[in-house]
T-cell receptor, first 113, second 114 residues
């Protein structure tokens, strides 16, 4: 089966850095996604990692270690609008659909002034 | 701009009612998915479809059925709604053979069953 763990909630100050960790156990691993979800809205794509290492995109970076079953999302220069839930999702090969996403419970990040 | 739309943002139904949730995507995607999202549990896959009239059970299919008569439309059906089906329902779509297989989500339907 699949098991994905991430912290439930984190609080940080505007302008600071926050790191959200995600650990997973899965079979047929085919990549890891991070999504952002503001309250009452649809999840939106942030990043995708399939190879080990760091992917940087502006203020957001995502890291993957396949051997350790570990990823993190790094949010730099936090802004109030970054207050949202961050969803870690592992993709694995699944029947005819190609890939299936299995989500962690999400980490709610609260940015304070 | 890619778009996934869902028929209702909020829905209130009574126990035992038959409930239809509709999802439409305009990206010509083969795959479509239905999830429910509950606090602390994340998104859990109910059903998915990889082609017209094709469907596969996800992780929590009990109490639900689906219909895909056209490529752009995927319906979730609660045959007899129960209070434990009160949840946020999210639809998503993706290309079937893309390397990244990113899923695009609709805005969600918050269903309350009384």
């Amino acid at each position: 089966g699949q098991n994905i763990d991430q912290p439930t909630e984190m609080t940080a100050t505007e302008g600071a850095i926050v790191q959200i960790n995600c650990t997973y156990q899965t079979s047929g691993f085919n990549g890891l996604f991070w999504y952002q979800q503001h309250a009452g809205e649809a999840p939106t794509f942030l990043s995708y990692n399939v190879l080990d290492g760091l992917e940087e995109k502006g203020r957001f970076s995502s890291f993957l270690s396949r051997s350790k079953g570990y990823s993190y999302l790094l949010l730099k220069e936090l802004q109030m609008k970054d207050s949202a839930s961050y969803l870690c999702a592992v993709t694995s090969v699944f029947k005819a659909a190609g890939n299936k996403l299995t989500f962690g419970g999400g980490t709610r990040v609260l940015v304070k002034p | 701009d890619v778009k996934v739309t869902q028929s209702s943002r909020y829905l209130v139904k009574r126990t035992g009612e038959k409930v239809f949730l509709e999802c439409v995507q305009d990206m010509d995607h083969e795959n479509m998915f239905w999830y429910r999202q509950d606090p602390g549990l994340g998104l859990r896959l109910i059903y998915f479809s990889y082609d017209v009239k094709m469907k596969e059970k996800g992780d929590i299919p009990e109490g639900y059925s689906v219909s895909r008569e056209k490529k752009e439309r995927f319906s979730l059906i609660l045959e007899s709604a129960s209070t434990n089906q009160t949840s946020m329902y999210l639809c998503a779509s993706s290309e079937r053979l893309a390397v990244r297989n990113e899923q695009f989500f609709g805005p969600g339907t918050r269903l309350t069953v009384l």
